[in-house]
Nanobody
Framework: QVQLVESGGGLVQPGRSLRLSCAAAGSIFSINYMGWYRQAPGKERELVAD???????NYGDSVKGRFTIAKDNPKNTVYLLMNSLKPEDTAVYYC?????????????WGQGTQVTVSS
């Protein structure tokens, strides 16, 4: 069974940067999709950024130009570099992978990491 573990969240002042990491544990044959989503209190979960196995990236409108998603295939890890953070970026951030394992396809979510942007 594949598990995803996020790290790198925390409290940061507006304008500063954070880097989130999402690493997989378990046996993966292939990764088709990696994404970062976030959910703020009282709001629906929304896409932050994603990247396909071909390296094509996509960003939510609110983070374009500030956030960057990148993957390290040998390490089975995906990163989210967040620059120029704003208070409205405060949320729980989740990673989501669509993978193929020995038992078939799986849509896997991490447990989430809290990001709080406040002075």
């Amino acid at each position: 069974q594949v598990q995803l573990v996020e790290s790198g969240g925390g409290l940061v002042q507006p304008g500063r940067s954070l880097r989130l990491s999402c690493a997989a544990a378990g046996s993966i044959f292939s990764i088709n999709y990696m994404g970062w989503y976030r959910q703020a209190p009282g709001k629906e979960r929304e896409l932050v950024a994603d990247i396909t196995n071909d390296g094509i990236t996509n960003y939510g409108d609110s983070v374009k130009g500030r956030f960057t998603i990148a993957k390290d295939n040998p390490k089975n890890t995906v990163y989210l570099l967040m620059n120029s953070l704003k208070p409205e970026d405060t949320a729980v951030y989740y990673c989501n992978w669509r993978v193929r394992t020995a038992t078939g396809r799986a849509d896997v979510w991490g447990q989430g990491t809290q990001v709080t942007v406040s002075s």
